[in-house]
């Protein structure tokens, strides 16, 4: 049975040793305690949406959604919550999000501003409005406890606590793992899932890593009433680019609204995780004008780390007996117990889709 380490316990590090703990003998190592903010998995939700322009990442999202169920059923936890989701924007954002998930025979539906604000009262609309059912929230803590629940009941050795300060090959095809306490780990392959810690860590180790942007991001959330029965939104605003501008969903803190990637860069050790007013303040104004569904007077804002890649691809692949996973902020989530298996595809020497390779970009 082959001995692998996982670097990092955030959802794609434990998802990943969720999968391998079938077929390895599975170390996880995480630097911070269990539950931690520090990163970028932690907090109540995360948007799941199979709505994208383009259809490679429609198609990862339906597979994904299965593997969402079966994790619920090992576990016994409840994690995704289908209350679908609304994006809405000039007709040129939002018309090549509903033609791809109508090719992929997905359900959706087209409504008018004012039938779409008469539905759902705390939220107005722009010009074009998608609806799509298969849409909703992952409660984000739940899951990454989940994989770690399913993969400790697997035999993966699970450490919280444990910072790695170097991974190196070794003789045999083999990895060197050593902690700051000295500890060393010699495996057969090493995944490093790291997160915000990427471009320093994984830069040391694997060549031809691309640019990774480390940013705070501040998600604020608002109070509203029964925020779980409130659909998840994203506001496509202006007419060119493929990520939208604001997004929202229910949770049990609330609505949590922010907008995607435009905290300033940051090093994962040393950001300041003080709430920045003025960009609270742009929150504010748009929940004011966009969704009167909620209390702004009672805005609670929060610091975390977004790690992107410049095209905001992911990171997958394998230099020799490492495994690399990077890059996934911002719409990952969603893609987790998928990225797990890719993970455990790459150890056992299996193809994953070329997109993701480190020499893609």
Same mark, same amino acid.
């Given at each position: ?72 059923q ?18 040129? &954002? ?31 609309f ?49 990895v ?22 990427a ?50 969903l ?54 975390c ?38 993970a ?6 299996? &193809? ?10």
């Open positions: 049975m082959r001995n692998v380490v996982v670097v990092g316990g955030g959802v794609m590090g434990s998802a990943a040793a969720r999968t391998l703990s079938r077929h390895a003998q599975v170390t996880l190592l995480e630097r911070f305690g269990p539950g931690h903010d520090r990163g970028s998995s932690h907090g109540s939700s995360r948007i799941f949406r199979l709505a994208y322009p383009d259809p490679f990442y429609v198609e990862l999202a339906a597979r994904a959604l299965p593997l969402w169920r079966e994790l619920e090992e576990s016994g936890q409840e994690l995704l919550d289908l209350v679908g989701a609304v994006d809405h924007g000039p007709r040129a &954002r939002i018309e090549p999000i509903e033609a791809a998930l109508r090719a992929a025979g997905r359900p959706c539906e087209i409504l008018h501003p004012a039938a779409a604000a008469e539905r759902w009262p705390g939220l107005r722009d010009e074009h409005v998608l609806f799509h059912p298969e849409a909703g929230r992952v409660h984000a803590d739940r899951a990454t406890a989940a994989f770690q629940q399913v993969a400790a009941k697997s035999g993966v050795d699970i450490r919280h606590g444990v910072r790695v300060a170097s991974v190196t090959p070794a003789r045999h095809d083999r060197e793992v050593v902690t700051d306490a000295g500890e060393v780990f010699v495996a057969d392959a090493v995944v490093l899932a790291v997160g915000g810690w471009p320093d860590l994984v830069a040391r180790t694997v060549p031809g890593l691309p640019t990774l942007r480390v940013t705070q991001e501040q998600p604020v959330h608002f109070p509203a009433a029964d925020p779980l029965s409130w659909p998840s939104f994203l506001h496509y605003q202006g007419a060119t680019g493929s990520e939208p501008g604001a997004y929202g229910g949770s049990v803190d609330g609505v949590k609204m922010g907008f995607h990637g435009v905290g300033p860069q940051v090093d994962a050790d040393h950001r300041d995780r003080t709430v920045d007013q003025a960009a609270l303040a742009q929150v504010v104004a748009y929940a004011e004008e966009w969704v009167p569904g909620v209390d702004t007077t009672g805005a609670v804002a929060s610091t780390l977004y790690t992107l890649t410049p095209d905001h691809d992911f990171v997958l692949d394998r230099h020799g007996a490492i495994i690399v996973l990077a890059g996934f902020s911002g719409h990952g989530f969603k893609f987790a117990p998928l990225i797990g298996g890719f455990a595809d790459l150890v056992a020497g299996r &193809r994953v889709p070329q997109r993701f390779a480190l020499g893609a970009r």
